[in-house]
């Protein structure tokens, strides 16, 4: 079955700089990516998210761009602020018969110091 | 506005115990999840649904019981068979459609006293 990697699991960043968190998955035939953030005490929040048809996507200062031929994707933040410190997930959509059931990476623990 | 909600937001259970965790969407949404997360660790799947009166084991079942009733209720029962309930427990939903992610609640902490 699918399976997504997420790295790295922590990250420390000073404010103003870019992160970025990279995802591989295993089965090519996955259409979906999409990207959450989860603040502490929180539930995930989706912040972006791609299909396969499309190489990169931006949302102000988030972008996520995805790699078909090597499998993976990845989310970039730009000029980064403290509020983005929580941690992010990202996930796939298997084909065959799971429907629209998410696999989940293991998450990024993301810390942005003022 | 749609949402997704659960309840309550903080959960003490006896040793013994069952209790059980309320999740109710209003979004028309085909599909339910629930996941446990440990500090400092990963979302694992619990129990899913993808229609009324069906649902399907994740990966960590043991312990744990659901029902699909009504469309819009996925409540999840800890048994006093799961050993090691103290966790945070979430709930989702989504359209069982491959081209749409989840709507995640706000969760239910549930701790062992």
């Known amino acids: 079955g699918e399976n997504v990697e997420q790295h790295p699991s922590t990250l420390s960043v000073q404010e103003g700089d870019s992160a970025v968190i990279k995802c591989t998955y295993s089965?090519?035939?996955?259409?979906?990516f999409p990207w959450y953030k989860q603040e502490l005490g929180k539930g995930p929040q989706l912040i972006i998210d791609?299909?396969?048809?499309?190489g990169e996507k931006k949302d102000q200062r988030i972008a996520v761009t995805l790699n078909k031929t090597a499998k993976h994707f990845s989310l970039h933040i730009t000029e980064t602020q403290p509020e983005d410190s929580a941690v992010y997930f990202c996930?796939?959509?298997?084909?065959?018969?799971?429907?629209?059931?998410?696999?989940f990476g293991q998450g990024t623990e993301l810390s942005v110091k003022p | 506005d749609g949402g997704i909600t659960q309840s309550p937001k903080y959960l003490f259970r006896k040793e013994g115990q069952n209790v059980t965790l309320s999740c109710e969407q209003n979004?028309?949404?085909?599909?339910m999840y629930w996941y446990r997360q440990d500090p400092g660790q990963g979302l694992r799947l619990i129990y899913y649904?993808?229609?009324?009166?069906?649902?399907q084991k994740g990966d960590i079942a043991e312990g744990y019981s659901v029902s699909r009733e009504k469309k819009e209720s996925f409540p999840l029962t800890v048994t006093s068979a799961q050993k090691n309930p103290t966790a945070f427990y979430l709930c989702?939903?989504?359209?069982?459609?491959?081209?749409?992610?989840?709507?995640f609640g706000s969760g239910t902490r549930l701790t062992v006293v």
């Open positions: 989702a939903s989504s359209p069982y459609n491959r081209n749409y992610g989840y709507t």
């Open positions: 089965d090519s035939a996955s259409n979906y």
């Open positions: 791609i299909r396969s048809n499309v």
């Open positions: 996930a796939a959509i298997p084909p065959g018969n799971q429907g629209g059931k998410l696999i």
């Open positions: 979004l028309n949404h085909d599909a």
């Open positions: 649904s993808q229609i009324v009166n069906d649902f």
